[in-house]
Every structure is written in structure tokens, then in C-alpha cells.
């Protein structure tokens, strides 16, 4: 066998993250959010973890129309992508605020079985991280890491943008 690839690749039992351009007016949402009341999320405890969090949980019922354009990209990943044949709500929706040079803590979404990141807003600096849910048995020994390998993954934040991604994977 050569160096080069010469075998097929089945990436099974893959987790997917995806990522789409939602058609909103992100300054009329942002304008919004900027409204909503916050308190510090669990855990900001330092200046380089400091993030707040809404106290309301359904804040998409006062954005219909966002409500509308994740409720569509989350039957495509349903629906489209997974070829689920079932009804789905969104159950709860609140939204985060983090500060310049600052992150928050990996968490995951234990109440639901898939989430979904809207970024009103796009930035260089703006990063979601992905980590890897699976057992970590050989990749301390990798020379490069690709989308097979990775113990994390970063997506760029974009404006108007929705990640959508299981309950099991931590952002
Ligand atoms: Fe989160």
C-alpha cells in the first residue's frame, strides 16, 4: 500500500454539526437581545470566563420570525439531513452574552436531543468550540489533526448564523 489514500473513507456513527445562513434582520434581533435582562451563567467566575446568560428560557417567543427561520433549519437537519419522519418544539431558548477576549465553559444541553446556536453576528474572534464525546484513545499521538482526529473544532462565528449539532456533543 502507497502513502496516498487509496482505500474508501466511511466516517460511521459520525456526529454532525452543521451550520447555515439564516435570512433575519440581525440588527432588529440584536437590538432585541441587547434589551433582555442577564445574570452571570454558572461558573463565570474570571475575567477570561465571564458570560451571562438570559434569566427569560423562551426568548424566541417574543422573535417570531427568528423562532420561524431556526424551527426551518432544524427540520432540515431533522428531517433532510437524519431522515427522521417525527414532529419536533423548540422546548426552551435563551441567549448568552460573552465578553471581548472572554469565553465560557464547554457545557451541553442535557434538556433536549439537538441544539441549535444563532449568532446575530459575525467576528473574526467569534468561535464556537466543538468537543469530541468519544473516549479518547489514541489521539495524543497524532502530526496533524483533521475533521477525523480532532479532539476539538472550531466553526467561525458569521452573521446570521445557526449551528445545529446532538445533545451529546459539549460547546
Ligand atoms: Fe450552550
Redesign the pocket.
Known sequence: MSDKYNFNIFPLFSDVVTTTTLKCDDKKILKSLKKLKYVKREGSISKEVNCLISKNYNVLDSLPILKGEIHKGLKLYIKGLMKQDTGFKITTSWA?QTKPKAY?NS?Q?ANSWL?A?YYPEGDVNFKIRFHCPKPQLWLDHCNEYNIYNSKTYDIKADKNMLDNFSKHIS?
Open positions: 448568552t465560557s457545557h444541553h441544539s446556536v460547546s
